[in-house]
């Protein structure tokens, strides 16, 4: 009985304690190049999530990168949220098994990069544009703003006009034009009241027409204030 109750040491991360359940037993006399078949260990696992992000970061590559990546390359999108989880062993032990090898495959195109880019690095350079793309320059922002001025709600014609000429997407533009809409009402302060009430509030009116305001339950007297 002591025999079997005797529990191998504990570890800590959670990764490891997946790995302790009987679904997953570890296999430490399996070689880890054997082949993708084999299930592989804890320590498999760390050692790869180690060495992926140091090769990532070596070669430039952020996790948003890698993720859109995948995405487009093996057709399973990934966030940047996932990529850092398994680089900091936060998945589960079955995840981190489905993940492990599309990483490894796209290490391994990543390093054998000579030079010239692979669709990688293509794809994250057209990830990079787009980001890029919606941060709209000063002088771009000045035309949109005087188009603003003249046409608050541009119609779906003179925004794909104003989106060629300006070169941006259509997309951009149209989502800029409902963003300054909405700051614009929030500028604007609610007092079209009417004309009578604008009148009335405004300066000099009030002291011409019934001269100073007598002390009353709103004013404060000289003997309040000290």
């Known amino acids: 009985m002591l025999a079997h109750h005797q529990a191998a040491p504990q570890l800590h991360h959670p990764l490891h304690r997946d790995l302790q359940s009987p679904h997953h037993p570890q296999h430490s006399d399996r070689d880890v190049s054997g082949g993708e078949d084999e299930t592989p260990t ?7 999530a180690k060495q992926f992000k140091q090769r990532r970061i070596k070669l430039g590559f952020t996790q948003a990168d890698v993720g859109l990546a995948l ?14 989880r398994f680089e900091a062993l936060q998945l589960s032990f079955k995840n981190m098994c489905k993940l492990k090898p599309l990483l490894q495959k796209w290490l391994e195109e990543a390093d054998s ?40 709600k ?11 000429s300006l070169q941006l997407e259509k997309e951009v533009v149209r989502v800029w034009f409902c963003n300054r809409r909405q700051k614009e009402k929030r500028m604007t302060p609610p007092n079209t009241l009417g004309g009578e009430s604008t009148h009335a509030l405004a300066p000099g009116h009030g002291s011409s027409a019934y001269g100073p305001l007598a002390p009353g339950p709103l004013g404060l007297s000289s003997t309040q204030l000290r």
């Open 42 to 48: 804890s320590d498999d696992l760390e050692a790869f």
């Open 71 to 84: 995405g487009t390359l093996y057709g399973n999108v990934f966030s940047q949220t996932t990529i850092c």
């Open 113 to 152: 990069t000579t030079g010239s880019p692979t669709s990688i690095d293509k794809i994250a350079a057209q990830g990079r544009k787009r980001k890029k793309r919606t941060s709209i320059e000063v002088s771009v922002k000045g035309a949109l703003e005087q188009h603003f001025h003249k046409q608050p």
């Open 154 to 164: 541009p119609s779906a014609q003179e925004i794909t006009s104003l989106a060629d």
